[in-house]
């Protein structure tokens, strides 16, 4: 394992202005994807009254969450293009089109009328602005962690790194926080017929705020490196599947772990507990928003946890936490008192934001930089499609077939199973280059010392 660079080499690469406008860059559009993917989540049973209104109401939540899930089907179409887009021509590009894809998608479910007002087309409609998120979402992720990542200094890459998921949380911070002032503010059937329309609007002046910031930014260094080398990929999917298959699968692994554990306790566990533990929207909302509001302060924590200490050992702690107290919690949840759904959805939260706090590096880490991008944007979408998008409706029909309240706690530790045997396989990453032998085969030029340690 190569050693971290000299602080003074990283500073010569990038200046501390830069590192700010990067984080900020790189954040707030993940802050922008999340706060609407979750006010769709939290507001799955009023959605479903306003398109599906002649369906009974497990049929119209279940129609709700499948529409959740086509729009994860077509991540890893979205992470094919933007992930390519991204090693080919840039990180910029990239995240200015995602971003963009986002707003407008956005704005189009904002004002789009209801059932009862365009009949079947309304429906219609609502998986469209699902799918054009759903592309956008596959580029997401793996062009702000490249980006992130590869403008962060080498000793301090985890905590660096972290800020994706910080703005990730935040998104869900605000979105929940939304969602609750709504059911204080409204009584139920103003936020049918008009008032869900609320949160999606006022989330498209911060994506236009958000391009334009990343319309202002530069490329990485190690990008803008490998431009220079001549040695940027031309078929980087190719690529990535012929040369590092075996960090793909290890990337599947880490984003298995990471998105089905984000899913169930920041999206479904708040339609959990409205519909099965029977608490009041309103305080189930206020619960979410709290959750995330620990993982803001986690998250940062953690990521720096594991510049200090490891990537591998921060992961395995939360692995196998999950594995051993997800179903102890969920069985504390199900007594339905205020003071044992706060403690358990608390500790779910926990283990959350260690393992987002870490994982985004890790993967990072794991890939060279011509195919860094694709890899893991295939690898984020897929498993997010297969596994995190159909969470909700799995979990949905499981509860409803069987009758046991628990069903949640075991899928967890299943995840977390999965979660312990990814760690393993995994190298340690921290201090490694970001700049790999297979970046290096065919450059014309010699890469200065500073980009061989990064």
């Known amino acids: ?85 991204g090693d080919r021509l840039g990180r910029k590009q990239t995240l200015s089109i995602v971003i963009l894809s986002m707003a407008i998608a956005t704005l189009v479910l904002g ?5 009862d007002t365009i009949g079947i087309l309304a429906p219609i409609l609502l998986i469209v602005t699902r799918v054009v998120q759903g592309l956008a979402a596959g580029g997401e992720f793996g062009s702000a962690a490249a980006f992130l990542g590869e403008f962060s200094p080498a000793k301090r890459r985890g905590f660096g790194v972290s800020w994706l998921e910080f703005g990730s949380l935040l998104g869900f911070l605000l979105a929940s926080f939304v969602v609750y ?5 409204f ?60 960090e793909f699968i290890q ?57 200090r200490f490891g990537r591998k050992p921060v992961l395995m702690t939360a692995a196998i936490a999950q594995t051993v107290l997800s179903v102890p919690l969920f069985m504390l949840m199900s007594r339905g008192d205020a003071t044992s759904a706060f403690i358990s959805t608390l500790g779910l939260a926990l283990i959350l934001a260690i393992v987002l706090g870490t994982h ?12 860094r991008q694709t890899g893991l944007s295939i690898a984020y979408a897929v498993t ?41 396989s995994i190298p340690e990453t921290r201090g490694t280059s970001l700049i790999k032998p297979q970046d290096l085969e065919t450059a014309t030029v010699e890469l200065p010392d500073a980009l061989r340690d990064r």
């Open 360 to 371: 985004a590096v890790t993967v990072v880490e794991l890939f060279p930089t011509r195919t």
């Open 1 to 85: 394992m190569s050693t971290p660079a000299p602080e003074h080499e990283i500073a010569d690469l990038v200046d501390k202005k830069s590192l700010r406008k990067s984080v900020v860059a790189g954040s707030i559009g993940v802050l922008v994807h999340w706060f609407d993917w979750a006010v769709y989540a939290y507001l799955a049973g009023t959605l479903a009254a306003v398109f599906f209104p002649e369906e009974s109401s497990t049929a119209g939540l279940l129609a709700t969450f499948a529409v959740f899930a086509v729009s994860f089907l077509v991540r890893p179409l979205g992470a094919i293009i933007f992930g390519r887009l």
């Open 251 to 307: 990337t599947c692994g880490m984003e298995i772990f990471m998105n089905v554990t984000f899913y169930v306790v920041l999206v479904y566990l708040l339609t959990y507990q409205e519909v099965y533990i029977g608490m009041d929207a309103g305080r189930a909302a206020l619960l979410s928003t709290l959750a995330s509001a620990l993982g803001l302060i986690i998250v940062p924590l953690a990521g720096i946890a594991s510049d």
């Open 181 to 185: 002032l709504l059911n204080v503010v």
């Open 187 to 246: 009584d139920p059937q103003q936020i049918v017929d008009w008032a869900w329309r609320i949160p999606f609007l006022i989330t498209v002046p911060l994506g236009f705020i958000g391009l334009y910031i990343r319309r202002k930014i530069e490329d990485t260094p190690e990008f803008e490196k490998l431009q220079e080398l001549e040695t940027v990929s031309h078929a980087p999917v190719k690529e990535v599947f012929q040369r590092n298959f075996k």
């Open 384 to 424: 997010a499609a297969l596994f995190a998008g159909t969470a909700p409706y799995v979990l949905t029909w499981l509860l409803d077939a069987t009758g046991n309240m628990l069903v949640p706690g075991w899928f967890l530790l299943a995840v977390g199973v999965v979660g312990i045997i990814t760690v393993v």
């Open 111 to 115: 004002v789009l009328p209801g059932y």
